[in-house]
């Protein structure tokens, strides 16, 4: 085994040596288990479900001729996330190269402070509201209405689960620029969340403002 | 005459320091000193508290994994993919 891969643990780099060796059918092994943030990685770039697909099926496939470049300096999840959140980036770049002006614009300033909005809290925890559609719908739109810069970020690290470190790799910023934007995008969604899952979601719940500012 | 232990006092922290670092409080990315500061902060400030409530629960609401389901053949469709390259 390649000194390399020391990062990696042991079946994925057997697997990836396999792949090299020849053993093509290794490979889907090998991303089987990312299936899942690929394609959530894909999704909150091109933010629909067919788009995500298909550049899901282009990262994976350009994964595998590139596999001969990944050196195990990182994990192995981390360069097929990277490579996919470049290939989602093109995809939404050549869909937009026919309008005037680009929509996915510039991160929006993050500079002064962020003011939440005054509602009061929730106190159960709600996961088994995303039972119902309607609620899941709510959480995935506003989520979606986050600027792509925000969205990113809350998608690597609140929905998968990925550390601060494996985010500034794949998104490409730094560590202090993960951390505001992630603040910013829980804060946003709690604002347009909170009243919701506290005025109409629980039954017999009803909303209330905390204090007026 | 049995000796006190010295208490430090804990440096009042204003409601816009504490939602600055709500998240970074979430993820445990602060210092020992600052999480002590904001935690006597939320003992007396039912507002922040709110705050650091919903949150928290926006966090988990959005981590739990129903959000982003990947499609129905999602897996059938990349296997088959990748087999035509083989």
Not at chain 1, 90 to 119: T, V
Not at chain 2, 64 to 79: A, M
Request: net charge positive; glycine share 4%; proline share 4%.
């Amino acid at each position: 085994m390649s000194m390399t891969q020391s990062q990696l643990p042991p079946n994925e780099a057997e697997l990836i040596e396999s792949v090299r060796a020849g053993d093509r059918e290794a490979f889907y092994e090998l991303v089987r288990p990312y299936e899942r943030m690929v394609y959530a990685t894909a999704i909150s770039v091109v933010k629909n479900t067919a788009d995500a697909e298909e550049v899901a099926q282009e990262a994976v496939l350009k994964a595998f001729s590139g596999l001969s470049r990944f050196r195990g300096e990182a994990k192995f999840s981390t360069w097929l996330l990277r490579i996919t959140y470049n290939e989602a980036k093109m995809k939404l770049r050549k869909a937009r190269s026919h309008l005037y002006e680009s929509l996915d614009g510039q991160p929006p300033n993050e500079e002064g402070d962020f003011w939440p909005r005054d509602y009061a809290d929730w106190r159960p925890i709600p996961s088994e509201l995303l039972e119902q559609n309607e609620v899941c719908k709510a959480v995935q739109d506003a989520i979606n209405s986050l600027n792509p810069s925000y969205r990113e970020v809350l998608v690597l690290r609140d929905i998968q689960n990925l550390s601060i470190k494996e985010t500034t790799a794949i998104l490409g910023i730094s560590e202090a620029n993960v951390k505001t934007r992630l603040h910013r995008a829980r804060l946003l969604l709690r604002d347009s969340l909170a009243p919701g899952i506290d005025g109409c979601w629980i039954k017999g719940q009803r909303y209330k403002k905390v204090r007026p500012w | 005459m049995v000796k006190k232990k010295a208490k430090m006092p804990t440096i009042e922290i204003s409601c816009v320091e504490v939602w600055r670092e709500i998240s970074n409080y979430l993820d445990n990315e602060i210092s020992v000193e600052l999480r002590e500061r904001m935690e006597a902060h939320f003992k007396a400030c039912a507002h922040c508290t709110a705050i650091l409530d919903g949150t928290r629960n926006v966090v988990e609401l959005v981590g739990d994994g129903k959000v982003f389901q990947i499609p129905d053949g999602f897996s059938k469709r990349l296997y088959k993919k990748i087999h035509k390259l083989l």
